[in-house]
């Protein structure tokens, strides 16, 4: 069995914090892990808008807290974010996320996560990221 604390990871090498100032996210489950998919909590901050494409990833994720709206660029539609949205990125679709406010994510990669990923310039992860 595996057991974390998300206070204690906060103040770990699993806090990651994107480089350009959008969010961050501490990484409660990893590859290492072995099972198969990693499970993060992601702070997206106030006023973050920006753009993300996994290509090499699936991700689910669900909404905490705070509010925003994810815009899918294949078809321009945009989805509110509000506590209790779960969004599917089921085709590696292509999106902007933006934050109204400040939002807690809980969210969910396949692949899962060596645990060092940021945002790529094609706003992807990299399959051989460095481990946490």
Aim: proline share 4%; with cysteine; charged share 25%.
């Amino acid at each position: 069995m595996i057991v974390r604390d998300l206070k204690s990871a906060e103040q770990s090498n699993r806090r990651i914090v994107s480089p350009d100032g959008n969010w961050e996210s501490t990484r409660m489950l990893l590859k290492d892990d072995q099972m198969g998919f990693s499970f993060h909590i992601t702070t997206i901050y106030k006023d973050a808008d920006f753009q993300m494409h996994y290509q090499n990833h699936l991700e689910s994720v669900y909404c905490i807290s705070g509010e925003g709206e994810v815009e899918t660029l294949a078809d321009g539609k945009k989805y509110p974010i509000k506590p209790g949205t779960l969004y599917i990125l089921d085709k590696h679709d292509k999106h902007i996320l933006r934050a109204v406010e400040e939002m807690q994510m809980a969210c969910v990669f396949n692949p899962p996560l060596n645990g060092k990923e940021v945002h790529n310039t094609e706003g992807a992860y990299e399959l051989d990221a460095e481990a946490v």
